[in-house]
């Protein structure tokens, strides 16, 4: 009789778990006014609060810390690694925001120093936006990092906003 209900139950916990996983999440749609949530009426300038790899939060030192990406509205974006010490070159291209089949939005950023600054053989690299509101920018993206590839989400907040706890140490 023991036998019988374990058989049951691993049959029951098969099929939930085969059904669960099967749920497709709708895609994030974006407000109407997009545009100028990222790139504001004269240029936005957003800074990394967190950074998320495969799940687990990042210790953000450094380069992270004082990371500052500026989106134009006339589609120009540009970055400050450049003016860091040992941050590398800073990122200056074009952006735009496109709409994929299934839905989802991305921010394509389009620029001939990509291949060289995220290891990648494109000139463009495609952030899925997760969320956008005046004051925060969720993205994704998949990035190589040392030997295989990582999910990154990266969350930005207006330059000026104050964020506790960026530079979290265990």
């Not at 098969?14 to 059904?19: E, L, V």
């Not at 545009?35 to 210790?59: D, V």
């Not at 899925?128 to 990035?143: C, G, M, V, W």
């Amino acid at each position: 009789m023991k036998i019988q209900h374990c058989k049951l139950f691993l049959v029951f916990f098969t099929m939930s778990t085969i059904s669960c996983s099967k749920v497709n999440k709708a895609p994030y749609l974006l407000p109407e006014n997009a545009i100028e949530l990222i790139a504001g009426t004269s240029g936005k300038t957003w800074k990394l609060a967190w950074r998320y790899n495969n799940g687990t939060r990042m210790n953000m030192r450094g380069c992270f810390l004082s990371y500052r990406v500026t989106y134009q509205p006339d589609m120009i974006v540009k970055d400050n690694n450049g003016e860091q010490e040992n941050c590398g070159a800073s990122l200056i291209g074009t952006w735009q925001i496109i709409k994929a089949e299934k839905g989802n939005s991305y921010i394509k950023l389009t620029s001939d120093q990509l291949p060289e600054l995220m290891n990648i053989d494109s000139n463009h690299k495609f952030l899925k936006i997760l969320q956008l509101h005046e004051d925060t920018i969720k993205i994704q993206f998949r990035h190589k990092q040392f030997s295989g590839k990582s999910t990154f989400v990266d969350t930005f907040v207006p330059e000026h906003v104050e964020v506790r706890d960026r530079d979290f140490h265990w």
